[in-house]
């Protein structure tokens, strides 16, 4: 079965469960599994999932009741916890796959009130989404060692700064963790592309060997895939086709 596409998945998920996704990694809060798990079975506790969920332990929760629905109805599914609640793209939408793959072979066609089913809890999950850990645990600004006050002027006015500093690095990780999401779909993708052209390059040969001219829907292709846009310039050194790339 052919794999479905980010906007297909994100359209199924918005409309089954009555939601306003815009990424796929807004998934790794694991509420949508658990809804969507829900929409088949019609009896996950969603009192137990909360579906705004914002924080890493919150995330675990959720995941926590998926994986025992997976246990209770013998699903043989691994749910790798660790690693969708860090909220990437390409983890999540792997497993977003898995879930429509198996929600068409099981789903029976009743209906299915979604807001019904969670009380109308509210699901306001961020597009832009990394989870917070509670506490300020690693950050090494504003905190206390071994019970000393830290070193300061004005004790009474350090609490602001400190704050402020702690809000910049939080927005901090949260932007580097997107960006390292964002950095791995575009090498996705890129890997997809060179495939292609790997192909495209090996039937070109094929059909030079064999003295047969390239039909226009080829040449098409070709022409898509060496495009440039204004500003940009191809490298003088282009490594061969044939040269095996280390991604």
């Given at each position: ?61 959720n995941f926590k ?111 580097s963790s997107h ?69």
């Amino acid at each position: 079965m052919a794999a479905v596409s980010r906007t297909d998945l994100l359209a199924w998920v918005n409309e089954l469960l009555q939601l306003n996704y815009t990424k796929i990694e807004q998934c790794g809060t694991g509420a949508a599994y658990c809804q969507i798990l829900d929409s088949v079975y019609g009896d996950i506790p969603m009192a137990r999932v909360k579906m705004n969920a914002k924080h890493e332990y919150e995330f675990v929760a959720n995941f926590k009741v998926l994986q025992n629905t997976f246990k209770a109805k013998k699903i043989d599914k691994p749910i790798l916890i660790e690693k969708l609640v860090k909220c990437k793209m390409q983890d999540n939408l792997e497993f977003l796959q898995w879930m429509k793959r198996f929600w068409d072979s099981n789903y029976g066609g009743q209906g299915y009130d979604a807001v019904a089913r969670r009380k109308g809890a509210p699901t306001d999950t961020p597009a832009t989404i990394a989870p917070l850990r509670s506490g300020s645990a690693g950050l090494g600004v504003g905190g206390r060692s071994g019970g000393k006050t830290p070193i300061s002027g004005h004790r009474a006015g350090s609490a602001q700064p400190n704050e402020a500093i702690q809000n910049l690095q939080a927005q901090l990780r949260e932007m580097s963790s997107h960006m390292e999401g964002l950095e791995k779909e575009r090498d996705f993708y890129f890997a997809k592309l060179r495939d292609i052209e790997i192909l495209v390059q090996q039937q070109a040969e094929a059909l030079e060997r064999s003295g047969q001219q390239q039909d226009e829907t080829f040449k098409d292709i070709q022409k898509i895939l060496y495009s440039t846009e204004d500003g940009f310039e191809v490298p003088d050194s282009v490594a061969p086709a044939d040269e095996e790339e280390t991604f």
